[in-house]
């Protein structure tokens, strides 16, 4: 089966065996790295009584790796986020897993 992706930087059009996802390579056009795209994962179509699509997640098999830093602007995040959000029940490492990782306020004023 072939990955087709293009090039972010030239838009150039590439098609490669899947053997090379994750790989490194470089564009015949404009000589830039690019990484090549893994290809999307074949899922089967799963709906709900009323028809509508069921999304499911998987967890990662990757450690979880602990924040560090200076304890007292930790405390300063924490303390923020605690009050624009509710309470931090697990920290990620972006800023757009904050979103997904803690409960939903009616508001979602970030604050921020």
Known sequence: M???FRCPDCRQKYSIVDDFAGKTVRCRKCEKSLEVPFP???LPEERSAGGSLIYRHEGGDRDIEVATGD???IERIA???EKHLGPVHIVCSSAVCIAL???NHPSRNFGL
């Open 2 to 4: 072939a990955i087709e």
């Open 40 to 42: 999307p994962l074949e």
């Open 71 to 73: 304890g007292e602007n």
């Open 79 to 81: 303390d923020h986020i």
């Open 101 to 103: 990782c803690l409960p």
